[in-house]
C-alpha cells in the first residue's frame, strides 16, 4: 500500500453544525472545542453549532473551523490511523502542524484565534479576489505582472482554477486581459478582502511577533509549506513560514503533486466539506480520496486503510 496523507481545508468551508456530533459523542473531539474556547476566549462550540453570523466573519470563522479540524483529527487518531504527510490550505496548515506535532493543539488555537483577527484587522478597504477558471497559471502569472496597480496570485488550486488577490481595480483589469487571452471565466469571491496578498504583509508581522513567543516542537509527521510546496522536516523552519504565509500564494496544487511523486496513493480530507476533494479530481484522478466530515465517515475510513 502506498503512503497515506492528511489534508485539511481552508476558510469558506465552514457551515453551522460543523462537527456537532463529533462534539456530541467523542470525549476526545469534545475537548478539542472545549480547549478551543479556552484559547481564543469565545465559546467557540456555540459558534460551531448555533444559528448565527459570526461564523463567516474571518476573526470567528479560523477559530472555529480550526476546531472542528482538530476535532475531527483526534477522533480519527483514536483509532490508530496515522498519516505519513499531512498538509494544508491556509488556514489549514494549521491542522498539519499540530498532526506534525510542531504545535499542541492549544498553541495552534491560540495563534490562528491572534491570525483571524490581524487577518481582520489588516483588510484594506478597495481589494478583492477573483477565482479565474480555464486559464493557464504561466499566463495569469504573466498578466499579473503586467497589470498596473497590485495583483498577484493568491491560490494555485488545481489545474483549470486560481485564484488572483489585490486591489479591486487592478484584480478586475487582471480579470479582464485574462478573459481577452483565453479564460474561460473569471469569477470574484464573496470575501471580505484580499487574503493571500502583499496588502496583508502587515497582518503577516504582527503573526510573526505572536509566533516569537510560541514553542516549536520537533517535527514527527512530514508537513509541506503552502509558501515553498516542499517539505518542513526542521522546527527552526515554521515561524517564518508561516509569518510569510499570510500574504504569499498558497501552492496547493504543487504540494498534492509533490506528495503524489513521493509516493502518496491515499489522501484523507478532514474537515467541513470536500474541497480539496473537488481539487484533487482535476489535480489527479487516479489516487484514492476519503474524507472525515461526519461521525460516520470516520468509521469508513478505519476500514478503507486497513
Not at 150 to 158: D, I, L, M, P
Not at 178 to 184: E, W
Request: proline share 4%; net charge negative.
Amino acid at each position: 500500500m502506498g503512503k497515506i496523507a492528511f489534508m485539511f481545508p481552508g476558510q469558506g468551508a465552514q457551515y453551522v453544525g460543523m462537527g456537532k456530533d463529533f462534539y456530541d459523542a467523542v470525549p476526545v473531539s469534545r475537548e478539542m472545542f472545549e480547549l478551543a474556547g479556552k484559547a481564543s476566549g469565545l465559546d467557540v462550540a456555540a459558534l460551531c453549532f448555533e444559528e448565527n453570523e459570526k461564523i463567516n466573519i474571518t476573526e470567528y470563522t479560523q477559530i472555529c473551523m480550526l476546531a472542528a479540524e482538530i476535532a475531527m483529527y483526534k477522533a480519527l487518531e483514536e483509532k490508530g490511523i496515522k498519516p505519513d504527510v499531512t498538509a494544508g490550505l491556509s488556514l489549514g496548515e494549521y491542522g498539519a502542524l499540530v498532526v506534525s506535532g510542531a504545535m499542541t493543539p492549544q498553541e495552534a488555537f491560540k495563534v490562528v484565534r491572534q491570525r483571524g483577527l490581524f487577518m481582520q484587522e489588516a483588510v484594506p478597504t478597495g481589494g478583492a479576489m477573483t477565482a479565474v477558471l480555464g486559464s493557464d497559471t504561466g499566463m495569469i502569472e504573466k498578466v499579473c505582472a503586467e497589470t498596473e496597480g497590485t495583483v498577484s496570485v493568491a491560490n494555485y488550486n488545481c489545474p483549470g482554477q486560481t485564484v488572483i488577490t489585490g486591489e479591486e481595480k487592478a484584480v478586475a483589469a487582471a480579470a479582464e486581459s485574462l478573459l481577452a487571452a483565453g479564460a474561460k471565466r473569471c469569477v470574484p469571491l464573496k470575501v471580505s478582502g484580499p487574503f493571500h496578498s502583499p496588502m496583508l504583509s502587515g497582518a503577516g508581522e504582527k503573526l510573526g511577533e505572536v509566533l516569537a513567543d510560541v514553542e516549536i516542537h520537533d517535527i514527527t509527521v512530514p508537513y509541506l509549506a503552502n509558501v515553498t510546496a516542499d517539505y518542513v522536516t526542521e522546527k527552526g523552519q515554521v515561524k517564518e513560514l508561516l509569518t510569510k504565509q499570510v500574504a504569499s500564494s498558497v501552492r496547493w496544487q504543487q504540494s498534492v503533486e509533490r506528495m503524489i511523486a513521493d509516493g502518496v496513493t491515499t489522501f484523507v480530507e478532514i474537515g467541513p466539506g470536500k474541497t480539496l476533494a473537488g481539487f484533487m479530481r482535476k489535480i489527479n484522478r487516479e489516487v484514492t480520496v476519503l474524507n472525515v466530515e461526519k461521525l460516520e465517515d470516520v468509521e469508513k475510513v478505519v476500514e478503507a486503510l486497513k
